[in-house]
């Protein structure tokens, strides 16, 4: 078996059953600290001791903890080849618009699946490890060859653009910013079926050079929101609320024509100058 095989263990030995099962508790406890836990703090014993074993038996499937998270990230670029299968449907007059819905909502749901990792790769990328920014081109590469592929057979040209690989590198880059930004969009009010509608249309038009329908529309609930169903998302609700009950304690009622302070601003003024509650500073003594 090739040395490079994945599934070899740090020694290079090939595991068998039960060592592929321990090996995979390990990158699956990997995981689950990569989300709960800033990646560069992840310790040998925190793996292990999540996988109920000892960092002995890590090391014997992988180097460090960063040989583990370079086995995860290459796992997700594996799965980025489904997203190329989605681009390379129909794009057909009667087709384009259900294919186009389908990338934007297989790409956000790639990046959900992954955005932990995606998170751990962007970062060591921007620290200039080169391992993992081989990798962080190579998730996305796949579906941009193959959306350049797809615009030079529809289109002579597209609207958006004469060289197709340009064209499609732009579309991949809309569509990442918009997977990792989504929540931060939703807590401003925007709906993620509204995101998908308008990256729909945009790829659309970018691909077939035709705009949508004005009737075409993204199904309803297909991408459900996380943050709730209010405008702002629950997120900023809870923000708000203290607030507004701070603000409430503070306009208390005053006797019409009074000058009186609202109480906070009056209690405020009642403190001392030396930050103790009216009445309690001391005096100066006399000599």
């Not at 490079?4 to 995981?31: E, F, K």
């Not at 186009?100 to 990046?111: D, N, P, Q, Y």
């Not at 009622?253 to 609202?262: E, F, I, M, V, Y």
């Amino acid at each position: 078996m090739d040395e490079a095989d994945p599934t070899l263990a740090a020694a290079g030995r090939v595991p068998g059953r039960r060592g592929r099962a321990t090996r995979q508790r390990l990158l699956q406890c990997t995981a689950e600290l990569i989300g709960t836990t800033p990646w560069r703090s992840i310790k040998v014993i925190d793996i292990a001791r999540s996988a109920g074993t000892s960092p002995a038996t890590f090391y014997q499937y992988f180097t460090n903890v960063e040989a583990a998270i370079l086995v995860l990230a290459e796992g997700m670029v594996d799965a980025a080849e489904e997203l190329a299968e989605l681009v390379e449907g129909g794009w057909s007059p009667e087709h384009s618009w259900p294919t186009a819905v389908a990338v934007v909502e297989g790409f956000l749901a790639h990046w959900e699946q992954h955005r932990m990792l995606f998170r751990v790769v962007d970062l060591a990328s921007d620290e200039g490890d080169l391992r993992f920014r081989g990798l962080r081109v190579q998730a996305l590469n796949a579906v941009t060859v193959a959306l350049a592929r797809v615009i030079s057979a529809e289109v002579a040209s597209s609207p958006a653009g004469a060289d197709p690989m340009a064209v499609a590198s732009m579309a991949v880059s809309m569509l990442a910013t918009v997977a990792a930004c989504r929540y931060g969009y939703e807590l401003w009010g925007i709906r993620t079926a509204a995101m998908v509608d308008s990256a729909a249309r945009m790829l659309h038009w970018a691909v077939t050079g035709r705009e949508a329908a004005a009737e075409a529309a993204v199904p309803t609930g297909s991408l459900p929101p996380r943050t709730g169903p209010v405008l702002g998302g629950g997120a900023a609700q809870a923000r708000r609320r203290p607030r507004r009950a701070h603000d409430a304690a503070g306009r208390a009622p005053t006797a019409p024509g009074s000058t009186a302070a609202p109480a906070g601003r009056a209690a405020a003024g009642r403190a001392d100058a030396d930050g103790s509650p009216a009445g309690t500073s001391r005096r100066p003594r006399r000599a």
